[in-house]
């Protein structure tokens, strides 16, 4: 059964529930970091390595520390998806005021309206729409789960919206 964010005892139980939930929010927003810090190098030596047949996982090594699950596989492929295009990045992104809504054990769960420019192509003009080329808002929902004492982000939905 998960426990409200909002429904705790006495200060002891508060103050290490706001601890937990520092912990999360920091792994959301280092593992959200971490995607538009790799879609934001420049391609071309990434695309080289990616079409050489050099592995995902050692072209984005960071990715494992902070994503699991089947939201790993998805992450990776989209970032390894825009820079085989040949696809700039978001240069503007936004992560919003993250909130944990429900901490149950080792579950959390995580709500944000986030912002980003989109991918753009090499002249700057807005990538496909698959590969996230239009701009704008979105609010996503994901769920982190705590394994070996660290919060990864298991999976994750946004959908977009026209302001949050």
Known sequence: MATSVAACGGSGTS????????????????????????????????????????????????????????????????VAEIKLDRLNGAKIDRLGHPTVVSLDGNSAVVESCIYDSGTTTSNGSPGPSA?????????????????????????GITKKVSRC
Not at 65 to 70: A, E, L, Q, S
Not at 135 to 153: E, F, M, P, Q, V
Request: charged fraction near 25%; glycine fraction near 8%.
């Open 15 to 78: 103050s290490r529930l706001a601890a937990e939930k520092r912990q999360i929010l920091q792994a959301w927003r280092t593992a959200e970091q971490t995607v538009y810090r790799y879609d934001r190098e420049p391609w071309p030596t990434i695309r080289q390595r990616l079409v050489a047949g050099t592995p995902i996982a050692e072209v984005f090594p960071a990715l494992p520390r902070y994503f699991t699950g089947p939201v790993l596989d998805t992450v990776e492929t989209a």
């Open 131 to 155: 590969l996230d080329g239009g701009a704008g808002y979105g609010i996503g929902k994901w769920t982190l789960r705590r394994i070996d004492n660290s919060w990864k982000i298991y999976s």
